[in-house]
């Protein structure tokens, strides 16, 4: 996978990126004649969990570019992030990404106008970017929107999964698996709000906390407080002046099994938007939690697809033939951690608690930080 280096007004960083097209899930540019989503994944987890978006047929008839946020997440290194690096940074950090991720080989072509796709906190990031230039943005499709204030009661869910986890690492040379295993629990539950995780979310567990352990350990905890609790403690929600900047339409997602915000909290934000003379709408997925992105693929990409024919200004989308097969870039990776998709369940997988912590050998995450 490739990398790319950008200096921002917080640091230098080493972005790992992902870009796939309708021939190539491993390609080195995007194709200039097609439509371009960038998806910007939620902290906590790395862009695989775009994986269900990025092996779908229909989508992979467009330009699909992710990357892995600052702070200790997947493959992306580089300085570490400030204290108060919020929405604005990382929105200016992905802004500087977008100008240096290439169409051709001498880095001399920005990325065209991008379709946003985000989730949870990555929407806060989305929504930044498309007030801080509109122009860059064709349209937003936001899951599990965080742009307004954070309730009172989910701030202090977030801050205790934060002192747990800091517990786990009470000096350099001990690591309290049981502290690890009871922070993961919290943040599993407000994740996927059903405990009992499919087989495609365990194999995103055995992958992201073993990296998670190494990059957020005793010596960058402040790493994980910063990306993990303070993202979510100090991001701020825009006036109706602002929000009336974005030009593209905007798809918001609610899922109705989300443990920590209601529809409630969706519909205040359309309101907003609305109000701000904005063209947005809502949809709510049945069943759905807070990440809906992997297990709820099935209801959410053909939603995206259509919205992305409806709003893409060229009306490239078009005439872009849709492939008969694809790859996500990230299968070799969930196979290995126990994912199946011709549907036989590792046997591992089916524990009643649904994280899994050490299922992973020590060559298995030297394998893993390597592939990240």
């Not at 409630?264 to 003379?277: D, I, P, T, V």
């Not at 126990?338 to 050490?358: F, L, R, T």
Request: proline share 6%; glycine share 6%.
């Amino acid at each position: 996978m490739p990398h790319v280096d950008v200096t921002s007004s917080t640091g230098k960083t080493r972005f790992k990126y992902t870009i796939c097209t309708p021939a190539s899930e491993e390609a080195n540019e995007i194709d200039q004649n097609l439509p371009t989503l960038l998806f910007i994944h939620p902290v906590s987890i790395a862009e695989h969990i775009y994986h269900a978006q990025f092996c779908d047929c229909q989508l992979r008839r467009f330009n699909l570019v992710s990357f892995d946020l600052r702070g200790g997440h997947g493959g992306t290194t580089g300085d570490r992030v400030p204290f108060r690096y919020g929405q604005v940074e990382a929105a200016e950090d992905t802004m500087r990404l977008m100008a240096r991720i290439s169409g051709s080989t001498t880095d001399a072509i920005n990325l065209p106008p991008c379709h946003l796709v985000a989730m949870s906190s990555g929407t806060t990031i989305a929504v930044e970017i498309a007030v801080t230039q509109p122009d860059r943005v064709l349209s937003m499709f936001l899951m599990s929107h965080l742009c307004l204030e954070i309730p009172l009661e989910v701030a202090e869910g977030h801050k205790e999964v934060n002192d747990i986890w800091a517990s786990a690492f009470p000096d350099e040379s001990t690591v309290k698996e049981d502290a690890i295993y009871d922070a993961g629990f919290g943040n599993i539950q407000y994740m996927f709000s059903n405990p009992k995780l499919s087989p495609l979310v365990t194999a995103m567990t055995r992958v992201t906390y073993p990296v998670a352990m190494v990059r957020w350990n005793y010596h960058h905890l402040d790493q994980f407080r910063i990306m993990n609790l303070d993202f979510y403690l100090n991001r701020k929600s825009h006036p109706k002046s602002v929000l009336a900047r974005i030009i593209g339409s905007v798809k918001l997602v609610h899922g109705s099994e989300d443990v920590a915000y209601p529809r409630s909290y969706a519909e205040e934000f359309l309101r907003q938007l609305e109000e701000a003379g904005v063209e947005a709408s809502l949809l709510e997925v049945p069943g759905a939690p807070h990440y809906l992105s992997p297990d709820f693929a099935a209801c959410i990409n053909p939603v995206l697809h259509k919205f992305i024919l409806q709003n893409d200004r060229f009306d490239l989308a078009l005439s872009a033939p849709i492939p008969d097969h694809v790859v996500s870039p990230w299968e070799d990776i969930m196979r290995q951690a126990g994912w199946n998709p011709d549907g036989a369940e590792d046997a591992d997988s089916s524990s009643d608690d649904g994280i899994i912590i050490n299922s992973c050998s020590p060559s298995y995450l030297v394998e893993t930080l390597d592939f990240l």
